[in-house]
């Protein structure tokens, strides 16, 4: 796996802007979205008390990564009412984890440039 492996769903140009290009600030960033993307994605589920916390949550840390189909996504879940929240928490979902193949990627590549040196 590597930045050829990008699909896209994530901009990583927005955290590059935002860590000034240190790649240790970049990968400690998208190793939090990755431990939030596990923390959070249990709860999207109706039937969980917190799936609008969780939503919300994801919003925020896709949006500080660049991934903003997953951010798009969980501003749509978070606005409706809970009968109607299943099927976009699926879009949720599916957009997470493009997101996060892109982030595996990303972070594999980032890997093998601190072993070059």
Same mark, same amino acid.
């Given at each position: 796996m590597a930045r050829r492996d990008l699909s896209g769903a994530v901009d990583f140009s927005v955290l590059e802007r935002m860590t000034g290009g240190d790649a240790a600030v970049t990968e400690e960033i998208l190793g939090l979205f990755v431990q939030q993307a596990a923390i959070w994605t249990p709860l999207l589920d109706v039937r969980e008390e917190g799936w609008r916390d969780a939503a919300h949550t994801l919003r925020g840390a896709a949006a500080g990564i660049g991934a903003e189909a997953v951010?798009?996504?969980?501003?749509?879940?978070?606005?409706?009412?809970?009968?109607?929240?299943?099927? @976009?928490?699926?879009?949720?979902?599916?957009? @997470?984890?493009?997101?996060?193949?892109?982030?595996?990627?990303?972070?594999?590549?980032?890997?093998?440039?601190?072993l070059k040196g």
């Amino acid at each position: 796996m590597a930045r050829r492996d990008l699909s896209g769903a994530v901009d990583f140009s927005v955290l590059e802007r935002m860590t000034g290009g240190d790649a240790a600030v970049t990968e400690e960033i998208l190793g939090l979205f990755v431990q939030q993307a596990a923390i959070w994605t249990p709860l999207l589920d109706v039937r969980e008390e917190g799936w609008r916390d969780a939503a919300h949550t994801l919003r925020g840390a896709a949006a500080g990564i660049g991934a903003e189909a997953v951010a798009h996504a969980c501003t749509l879940a978070e606005m409706v009412d809970k009968a109607d929240a299943p099927p @976009l928490l699926d879009r949720v979902r599916t957009a @997470l984890e493009a997101a996060l193949a892109d982030v595996a990627a990303y972070r594999h590549e980032l890997m093998l440039r601190g072993l070059k040196g």
